[in-house]
């Protein structure tokens, strides 16, 4: 701890506890929310200056809710839209995670495959969508497919350089203790590319949510970019909003999770600017 | 030059030379090094900044391998790392994912042994250097003096024949240095193994050895070998006598006059 932070700790023990969640930064999250909400307000209920079509009203979009959560076979399409991002994103973060490892131990390899496969990540998914639509058709397993090549470069990208981390020092000692290529993998290598994959699940985890969705977007049978699809020739705006107040909330759990996950597996170090809490090191 | 040694040399370094990159980029960091550390000696590499002192140490532990001559360790040629020889470095190296004990039993998981067998000596090594307390605190719970005695204790947790020291506690302040001086030597003792010691501090290399290496700057060899007469153990008094000052004078000499 520093100095500041020392004061700080000091100031918030010495604090009576119940004004302790006056600090909480939660309430600058809910503080957000009814700014938001009246300037969206104000734009359209109050003034009408923007059209319904364009935004609505925020009272049509809350009617819309049950509406859409009500609708016959939600929960199916829910399913299949979390299916989707849930084995995409578990598929291509392992192929990422275990070709990072490959190409990480060897300089061919990587001279080889390397700007082959960063120039695959370059192909957009609106481009990739109908060719594998036409390969393996509208159902779930194209779009595990499609989110899985969104994410599996960041994650992939992640591991290579985070494997490449390690001290000088410490690769050393491994090499003085005889340790083969494995065990300094193991119990070196992977361990300090930790924080650094991390990073790369989380962006992972966003790309194969826009995957799956893009996707789904490009020609599908269920999902909730279907939904969206129907709901916006069917001019219902507002339940079309419903729904993307429902990625928010994916996006939102997942990346809750992963950084759950995170603290729980890189308890030695966390980094201290893409933490959601006030919690000390 | 060198001294005539009685014995076989546990170590011998022959016409070492190494050379780093090539064409127009090449530097050589050693040239034509000639060394021999015997059997249970205290030895100080002793030189400029940069003139190859670690390159010298890595070679002897298999790190490296040299350009040009060759290194003999128990009179078999040294090609690669060998248990026998321990390393230890300028910073502790401590996984911080890894409690102190797991720290200083990482060796035993690499050789592919039993860990059950070895934690005795482990926490015995750690009572020895103060530590036993912290045997399941993460390094970063752990003052830089601490992790070093861990990793001392990794060090000779396998009773290596020769320790190879580079700077070990260099990233320490003067008094946590001094005692894990003292602390080395009672342990070097108690293990009954070689040491070579890398090192810019000429006090310390006089205090701590049995001999001290004199190199040159880059490309270092070696200028000349001061020997140390002084009864072991070594109190921190001895620094102050007037033999000790002289052969400090001494060393010092014979770095300024490169
Ligand atoms: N891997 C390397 N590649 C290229 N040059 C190197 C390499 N390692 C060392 N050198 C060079 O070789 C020379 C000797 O380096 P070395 O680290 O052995 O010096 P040193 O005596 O240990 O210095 P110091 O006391 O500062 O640690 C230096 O000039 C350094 O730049
Ligand atoms: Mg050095």
Redesign the pocket.
Known sequence: MTRTEVIAQIAIDSSPKKKRWLKSPYLLTAALLPIILSIWWLATTVTNSVPAILLPTPESVWAAFPRVLGANGFSTQVLTTLTEIAGGFALGATIGFFLGVLLSSSRRLRAAYLPFLSALEAIPTVILAPIIIAWIGFGVEGKILQAAIACFYAVFITTLSGLGLAEPNAVNLMKSLRASKWQTMVKLRIPTALPVIFGGLQLGATTAIIGAIVSEFIGATGGLGYLMLRYRSGFDTAAYWVIIFLFLLIGLVVYLTIWYIERRFVFWRRSEVTRPDLEKQ | MTTMTQTAPLVRVEGVTKR??SGDKE?V?LSGLNLEVREGEFLSLL?P????????LNIMGGLLTASEGTVTFSGEPLTEPSRNIGMMFQQAVMFPWRTTLENVLLPVEIFGEKKKDFIPKAEELLEMVGIRDFRDSYPWQLSGGMQQRAALCRVLLHDPKLLLLD?PFGALDEFTRESMNQELLRLQDYATSTAVL?T?NITEAVFMSDRVAVMSA?P?RLVDIIEVPFDRPRRPELQTSTEFIKLVAKARQMLELQ
């Open positions: 780093f990159g530097m960091a030189g900044s940069g003139c190859g002192k670690s390159t010298a700077e890398v810019h880059r270092g």
